[in-house]
């Protein structure tokens, strides 16, 4: 099964919204063949696997099959994955992750097990289940899986005094940053990080995906000299507002931007739940937020994340005037804090990822 989870990841940026998986044939304990979705569209793992097995002309029947997630069994992009795994005569099925998507949940082991196939479940459920996290989410809610990411120092900051933060984490962090965008749908900052930074948000690693790079401004205040703006043509940009005025958002279209209008929350920002179900209808499965310390606060009290990835330098800026990750007013009360939950920590070149849930008392999204 971790050969199986190694080879879903060479599927990733490239399926959704279909989940990465995995699958690994094996006879006499020995592998004899593998696969994997490798793109929307294509075949699936388990397909994959029995053809590379056909090419190789070896059979398969009275074999395992070790698969990260549950076949399918309905007709999509492809034709049924269990139908093909009665079809081969392979004996056992070993599966990691259940799939929560309505049309299979549980009917596609039924109908293998029906055919006389033996079928174990739970191998790995976790390391499965976090693999496609996005997947899970979105099969279930039909809004995106939201992750809320950060660097700061082990002070808590996020750029000097004087605005500096190039860089604050270490290179392996950075390429860690560039897979995650590779992975997500989307990407999201607010106007802020745009007027000071310039971002260009895009994946730079090797056959990245770029994601679809959404601003959150509700004054339409984004210089339309900013990257991302003179760069919409090339890599989708969406522009979320309260305007309402044609004229103010035409130059944006007229640069290859689209001009989303969003109703206003309380504060006169974008509203952020209703943002987040707009995606979700549009089949955006992910959004990756990466700054800044305003639209995180939002999206936590919004109630929109899933996810944090803080990612901790072991360096101290100091300075009252230096900015924290997230603003906002903040909570008035340490009871009132939001929790990380499902902790996870690891050590990436000199610095220190801390993943995590958060845990939502009322959650309006």
């Keep these: 099964m971790s050969v199986a989870l190694r080879h879903a990841t060479l599927g990733m940026g490239k399926v959704s919204p279909n989940p990465m998986v995995g699958a690994v044939l094996v006879r006499d304990g020995r592998i004899i063949a593998t696969g994997h979705h490798d793109h929307f569209g294509g075949w699936h793992a388990e397909r994959s696997a029995l053809e590379a097995a056909k090419a190789q002309g070896v059979p398969v029947q009275g074999t395992t099959m070790y698969v990260t997630l549950e076949p399918c069994c309905h007709q999509g992009k492809q034709p049924p994955c269990t139908q093909a795994l009665i079809d081969s005569g392979i004996s056992r099925v070993v599966v990691g992750s259940s799939d929560p998507n309505p049309l299979v949940a549980g009917k596609g082991i039924r109908l293998l097990r029906e055919a006389g196939i033996t079928v174990e479940q739970g191998v790995l459920r976790d390391e499965c289940n976090a693999l496609n996290e996005i997947f899970m989410h979105y099969i279930v809610n039909r809004t995106p899986f939201v992750l809320l990411k950060y660097a700061m120092t082990m002070d808590g900051r996020i750029a000097t005094a004087a605005g500096r933060s190039r860089w604050i984490t270490g290179e392996e962090s950075r390429r860690r940053v560039h897979e995650d965008r590779n992975r997500y749908s989307s990407i999201m900052v607010g106007v802020g990080t745009v007027i000071a930074d310039d971002p260009?948000?895009?994946?730079?690693?090797?056959?990245?995906?770029?994601?679809?790079?959404?601003?959150?401004?509700?004054?339409?205040?984004?210089?339309?000299?900013?990257?991302?703006?003179?760069?919409?043509?090339?890599?989708?940009?969406?522009?979320?507002?309260?305007?309402?005025?044609?004229?103010?958002?035409?130059?944006?279209?007229?640069?290859?931007?689209?001009?989303?209008?969003?109703?206003?929350?309380?504060?006169?920002?974008?509203?952020?739940?209703?943002?987040?179900?707009?995606?979700?209808?549009?089949?955006?499965?992910?959004?990756?937020?990466?700054?800044?310390?305003?639209?995180?606060?939002?999206?936590?009290?919004?109630?929109?994340?899933?996810?944090?990835?803080?990612?901790?330098?072991?360096?101290?800026?100091?300075?009252?005037?230096?900015?924290?990750?997230?603003?906002?007013?903040?909570?008035?009360?340490?009871?009132?804090?939001?929790?990380?939950?499902?902790?996870?920590?690891?050590?990436?070149?000199?610095?220190?990822?801390?993943?995590?849930?958060?845990a939502y008392v009322h959650r309006n999204r």
């Design 200 to 358: 260009m948000l895009t994946c730079r690693i090797e056959n990245g995906h770029n994601p679809l790079r959404i601003v959150c401004d509700s004054r339409l205040r984004t210089p339309l000299d900013s990257a991302l703006v003179q760069s919409a043509h090339d890599v989708p940009t969406v522009i979320a507002t309260c305007v309402h005025d044609d004229d103010q958002a035409r130059p944006y279209r007229d640069a290859g931007c689209e001009v989303l209008t969003i109703a206003a929350d309380d504060d006169g920002h974008v509203g952020l739940p209703a943002l987040i179900r707009k995606l979700g209808e549009r089949g955006i499965d992910s959004v990756m937020i990466e700054g800044g310390s305003a639209l995180a606060w939002s999206a936590l009290h919004s109630g929109i994340v899933d996810k944090i990835n803080a990612y901790i330098a072991p360096k101290l800026f100091g300075g009252a005037a230096a900015p924290s990750p997230i603003g906002g007013e903040g909570v008035q009360d340490p009871a009132d804090c939001y929790r990380i939950t499902d902790r996870r920590i690891q050590t990436i070149g000199d610095d220190i990822l801390l993943e995590g849930g958060i």
